[in-house]
């Protein structure tokens, strides 16, 4: 086992040694003509990878940016990364620049089960489809009249003075209130009760399988570092994403394939007990050929999955 391990690394290496002779020979014959920021010199194969040990990757980010500048140039292998350091170079960045900061490359576990090709986050903002859900989402759910309709806005202002006083956990209280915001919304039912427990075992489920997919996201994966090994999936993370996508989308599948029951059976007699939540928009907007079959999931995903995103960001996941 050890033996079949080291020849991988030195299959690896000698590899990632061709790939980087011979774009060093490219670059010299040709030029790239890109005008990088300034950074730590790298090492040949490895980058800067090895600039970056340390057990507090913050610090040791922070540590480089003060002898490089708050906008610098990381190699980690043969990908060439940016990293901005400060708050009015993110601001700068992201409104100034945030056209071509959209144009993100797009993470191999992301490339599973055809997600990034469903998902709006990783669509071009040049992409006419990307302008039609962007759209969508700004009209019908994150709209000011649309949110303040919501009960779940009201509900998590209503527990949070409740508790004045006392010691609250804001980042789960908050989450609580995101995921129920955006549950009632969508299918006019909460999906966490109180912000600490959940209403159903699918709703659990649901929850527990976008948390780990969005965690596995910011996992280092060698298929990023180095493209040309993406085909073999070398820590299979593509292999686990599949999985876990499989799943997710299969819950929310069940969860359009009951709506559009529900109304077929409703038939015409405006019984809607949901109240024409998003949706039914949804669907609506799918039977004028508006957005397809298979933008329904990937817009109920990428809304739940901005939610856990926001919560692990603000240090929710306190799995270990």
Known sequence: MEGGLLWLLWATLAVSLLYHLTNRRRRCSGGTG???PPGPKPLPVLGNLLDLRGDALHHTLARLAHAHGPVMRLHLGPTT???VSTRDAAMEAFTKHDRRFAARSIPDIARAFRFAERSMIWLPSSSPRWTTLRGILATHI????SLAAVRAVRELVGRIRERAGQEIDVGLALYGGLINLVSSAFFSVDMVDDGETTATESAEELRQLMKEVV???AMPNVSDLSPFLRALDLQGWRRWATGKF????????GIIDRRLATSSSAGRGNNNKHGGDFLDVLLELMSTGK???DDVPGILFDVFAGGERRHRDHGGMGDG
């Not at 994150?142 to 009249?145: E, L, T």
């Not at 499989?246 to 599948?253: A, D, S």
């Open 34 to 36: 890109q005008k990088l």
């Open 246 to 253: 499989e799943k997710i989308f299969g819950l929310l599948g």
């Open 142 to 145: 994150f709209s000011p009249r």
């Open 291 to 293: 957005i397809s079959c």
């Open 81 to 83: 990364a940016v990293v």
């Open 215 to 217: 965690a596995s996201l």
